[in-house]
């Protein structure tokens, strides 16, 4: 779940109430301009949650490697660059045993974004291109709307994680930055590994109750394989 909140008491308030419901938590920028991230991630792993550090790194290569060695000794499980070859290469040299996803395109862009940021080509085959080089450099996995999914299970098979956010439990477009989302099931189907949910827990008049419907709605999409 991506505890995006504004304070490290209302993120730990979240924890508590979601309890059991949730064991995979992503720490980003929100959390992040808070103070006590590091004391907050301890406080996560004391209670045996993993941690997702949502940083999307961006700087020159050199200084890239170097947080990422910084962060590889915090106990932490994923972590987030973006997608360019070099910022990879140094990650992927200092990561030790953190998980380095690439980011291939943020959920949030659409065809007109893309177009402002100079990339002619389609959402599709820029998705595609970085996840192939995130691979080739050996990141571990790539964060990927679900609308790609399937084109990147299709064309890398099982070699990276395929990390999805931008879900939504049903489709309210109209009044959401997001905008190449997907329902939990289609995500699933699509190949992802892992799922990030946010808002739609985070806001629910009862959020674990929420985290426990996506559960289920999660299990029942590998209940013919549990059964059999
Ligand atoms: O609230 P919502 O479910 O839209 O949250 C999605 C989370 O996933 C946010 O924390 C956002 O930063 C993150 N994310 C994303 N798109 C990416 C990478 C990360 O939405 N490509």
Known sequence: M????????????LVETLGDSISFYKVGMELFMCGDYFAFIEWLKQRDKKVFVDLKFFDIPA?????????????????????????????????????????????SLDRGDLDDLGFQCDVQALVLSRAK?????????????????????????????????GIRPVDNREEDDQQRVVTVASAFQAGADYIVVGRPIRDAVNPKAMAEKIQQQILSQFSCDAIL
Request: proline residues 1%.
């Open 2 to 13: 991506a505890l995006d909140v504004a304070s490290i008491a209302e993120a730990q308030a």
């Open 63 to 107: 200084t890239v490697g170097r947080a990422i060695k910084a962060l590889s000794s915090k106990g932490v499980d994923l972590a987030t660059i973006h997608g360019n070859d070099a910022i990879m290469t140094a990650a992927v040299a200092n990561k030790g045993d953190l998980k380095v996803l690439a980011v291939t395109a943020l959920t």
């Open 133 to 165: 080089r995130a691979l080739q450099i050996g990141c571990d996995g790539v964060v990927s709307s679900g609308l790609e999914a399937a084109l990147l299970r299709q064309e890398l098979d099982h070699k990276l994680l395929i990390i999805t956010p």
